[in-house]
């Protein structure tokens, strides 16, 4: 891997983390209603897959989402003027943290509902390849979601018909409270197997080995081979939901958190780089996120009266509510 | 002039589409069979890529084709079963009717979803004969339920050019309707448009699909007494509330005949919109399925449950004589 590439994924996971931090800075103070899902820990998944991908691929991902709008490239000012609410955010204040999306570079969007991204990557995939592109798409999902019979549905589709799908499942151990031994019978990759898909364990917490393995993945689809799964062992360092601040629930043993956030991915990336180099994209990233929440905080309000704008793309109003 | 079937006005819409427009494409269980005798020939037509044979996968090729359309496609989904719409409901409110707004008018999410057979199949009984689309009104998804042939054509048509998720019920009742048609008038019918079958002054009856052919015989049966206005909205959601509203205000009584189940069926919501806009001589009435109705298989059963003329005719003498 070059220098340059090498510098650009620690860029990635260090924006990731630091705006992560700066949102759950403005979920306290109450600019952000509702509260995230942290991707802080994760980061180097949605960093290195993302690197292994072009401009015209396309992704969708989970409710844990911000990590790959990012990652693929979407403008984290505007982005976080929409966990914000605000007019200037990338769904004009509509959407929020969980279904965060930009389409002009191929985000088509967090989902809120687990499991469900795959079947809407596999269709867009199959579109765009059947209009000529050489699109890949990638779907991201968490361990919880390999037993959403949706998600296992859409694997069917895409192996049969060899879309060119890319199923990355982040692994961090918990849906939610409920651990992996206690919800997944058999395995995560068995699951690719049954369906005849190639499938890849890899260490989530290792940038460049997220970005290897994804790379060659990429390669293989774009060279006419079917979908494949990639499980990226994965620890997520924070709550599951930023609700979590408030009501401590106990479910996570404090020695395995501690060994958990003791293989972190900004800090394994940034041990790559050199001082100077690693001080440089901090400063970056740093001056980047301060001139995001000014722009996010300064942004205007969406107006009321068009809260059901965009409802109806055909251009179809809908009745009011009031008596 | 040539008889056109209801079945093969469906046919010819989706022909003619395909034919127009290379981004139309089919998806469903035994369309290139036409096992639901809909889309019989139009695999030798049109080809494997455009007539897509699917798993038996509902969930997962309903959001394919969400995937797809986000990608610029217009897929047209064929249900081999109207309850299959519970099965993906989830698909559809959740997602594909949800991305417009909730990405900020970023994305369109033209499919169709296409169920010929709607309603009592007799002796298909309890899972068969399902009729849900108040469902789909309730949530706002377009909803039409064509009563004839020229308006099975038309509407179809249409919905296959709308930029919003269209859900097209074909009722069992109606696919064997047959009329004289002349063909270089087969037109689109614009979705959100109403019909007056059949003018009259005493009272206006609301059809809806099939039952708008059992509410021409009654007008006509009882045209030495009354003189009964037959109005067939087409188009469920969005309802052409202003036309009916014309027709009420002339005849000031309102009688609905829908095969909705009567909670929160489309009935209630004719008749509350129209109390709420016009003044009625006599309290409107409702004839529709029983509450939480489950079909039962036995003919004779089956027949109890659904909306009948007899009915109709009842329900019709009563506004006539409470006024
Ligand atoms: C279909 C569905 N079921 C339940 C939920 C509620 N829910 C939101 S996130 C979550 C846990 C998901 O776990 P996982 O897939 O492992 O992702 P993680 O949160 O660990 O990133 C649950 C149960 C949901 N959003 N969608
Ligand atoms: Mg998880």
Not at chain 1, 203 to 226: F, I, K, N, S, Y
Not at chain 2, 29 to 34: A, K, L, P, S, T
Not at chain 2, 130 to 145: C, K
Request: aromatic content about 6%; hydrophobic content about 45%.
């Amino acid at each position: 891997m070059s220098d340059a590439d090498r510098v650009r994924l620690y860029r990635t996971v260090r924006l990731i983390r630091r705006f992560e931090e700066r949102a759950i800075e403005l979920v306290r103070a109450g600019h952000i209603v509702g509260g995230i899902h942290p991707y802080l820990g994760q980061e180097g998944i949605a960093a290195g897959v993302c690197a292994a991908l072009g401009a015209d691929d396309v992704i969708a991902g989970t409710h844990r989402g911000h990590g790959h709008v990012l990652a693929k490239g979407a403008d984290p000012a505007r982005m976080l003027a929409e966990l914000c609410g605000r007019a200037s955010g990338l769904n004009a204040g509509r959407g929020g943290s969980m279904h965060a999306a930009d389409f002009g570079v191929g985000v088509l969007g967090a989902n809120a509902i687990v499991g469900a991204s795959g079947a809407i990557v596999t269709g867009a995939v199959w579109a765009r390849r059947r209009r000529g592109a050489d699109t890949v798409g990638v779907s991201f999902f968490g361990d919880g979601a390999v037993n959403e019979g949706m998600l296992l549905e859409a694997f069917n589709l895409a192996a049969l018909w060899r879309v060119p799908v890319l199923f990355v499942c982040e692994n961090n151990g918990y849906a939610t409270t409920m651990p992996v031994a206690g919800a997944v019978a058999g395995s995560i990759t068995g699951r690719a197997a049954a369906f005849g898909m190639p499938a890849t364990v890899v260490d989530g917490q290792d940038p460049e080995a997220v970005r290897a393995a994804a790379t060659a993945a990429v390669a293989r689809l774009r060279a006419g081979g079917g979908p494949e799964l990639i499980e990226a062992a994965t620890y997520r360092f924070d709550a599951h939901h930023t609700f979590e601040h408030q009501v401590r629930l106990d479910y996570r043993p404090p020695d395995e958190v501690a060994r958990g956030r003791s293989r972190d991915p900004v800090a394994i990336q940034g041990a790559r780089l050199s001082t100077a180099d690693r001080a440089a994209v901090d400063a970056g990233v740093e001056r980047e996120l301060a001139a995001a929440v000014e722009f996010a905080l300064a942004g205007p309000e969406p107006d009321p009266a068009d809260a059901l704008a965009h409802l109806y793309a055909s251009g179809l109003t809908a009745r009011t509510g009031g008596g | 002039m040539p008889r056109l079937s209801y079945r093969r006005a469906l046919t010819r819409a989706l022909a003619d589409e395909l034919a127009r427009d290379e981004t139309v494409f089919l998806l469903g269980e035994d369309i290139r069979v036409g096992a639901a005798n809909v889309t019989a020939g139009l695999l030798k037509r049109f080809g494997p890529e455009r007539v897509r044979d699917t798993p038996l996968s509902e969930q997962a090729f309903t959001s394919f084709a969400t995937g797809a359309a986000l990608a610029g496609l217009r897929p047209v989904v064929e249900f081999q079963i109207p309850s299959l719409l519970f099965l993906v409901f989830e698909q559809i409110v959740n997602h594909a009717h949800k991305f417009p707004l909730m990405t900020g008018g970023q994305c369109a999410v033209p499919v169709t979803y296409l169920v010929p057979g709607s309603g009592s199949r007799t002796g298909w009984a309890g899972q068969h004969s399902d009729h849900p689309y108040s469902l789909f009104a309730h949530v706002g998804v377009t909803t039409v339920v064509p009563a004839t042939p020229a308006d099975a054509y038309g509407l179809l048509v249409s919905a296959v050019r709308c930029d919003d998720p269209v859900v097209v019920f074909a009722p069992a009742g109606a696919l064997d309707v047959r009329a004289d048609v002349d063909f270089a008038a087969l037109a689109p019918v614009p979705l959100g448009r109403g019909r007056v079958h059949r003018p009259g002054d005493d009272v206006t009856v609301v059809a809806v699909g099939h039952l708008v052919h059992d509410a021409l015989a009654v007008a006509e049966e009882l045209a030495g007494e009354a003189s009964v206005e037959v109005y067939d909205p087409r188009t469920l959601y969005p309802f052409d509330w202003d036309s009916l509203a014309e027709s009420v205000a002339r005849t000031r009584r309102l009688v609905v005949v829908d095969d909705s189940n009567r909670s929160c069926g489309i009935a209630g919501e004719v008749i509350a919109t129209m109390v709420e806009r016009v003044p009625l001589v006599a309290p409107p009435r409702r004839v529709t399925r029983p509450d939480g109705a489950v079909l039962p298989f036995a003919p004779a059963l089956d027949r109890a449950v659904q909306p009948g003329r007899d009915q109709l005719r009842t329900a019709i003498h009563h506004v006539l004589k409470d006024g």
